[in-house]
Nanobody
């Protein structure tokens, strides 16, 4: 009934840019934060960026100054602009919505591969 669908992943060279999109279908009334996570091969899923309903943002130290999280309420979409990409950014990126009452919601992921 409620789904998050990521898009925009792909293969880029180091130093390049990508913009990930997360479209939210259905109705969610108790969102308190939106975020992006990533999981590289052999590693745990980690938080990349968070955007609260109040407009505050927080970023992993590894992406500060390079990534920007934003949203478009009219399109029910959250974005992750990724600049100056590095090979260590290679991972599957997942969209996440945190709720006040319900459990968190996850997208199926989109692959980002950064070549040297």
């Amino acid at each position: 009934q409620v789904q998050l669908v990521e898009s925009g992943g792909g293969l880029v060279q180091a130093g390049g840019s990508l913009r990930l999109s997360c479209a939210v279908s259905g109705s969610i009334f108790d969102i308190n934060a939106r975020g992006w996570y990533r999981q590289a091969p052999g590693k745990q899923r980690e938080l990349v960026a968070v955007l609260t309903t109040g407009g505050n943002t927080n970023y992993s130290d590894s992406v500060k100054g390079r990534f920007t999280i934003s949203r478009d309420n009219a399109k029910n979409t959250v974005y992750l602009q990724m600049n100056s990409l590095k090979p260590e950014d290679t991972a599957v990126y997942y969209c996440n919505v945190r709720r006040v009452w319900g459990g968190p919601l996850w997208g199926q992921g989109t692959q980002v591969t950064v070549s040297s």
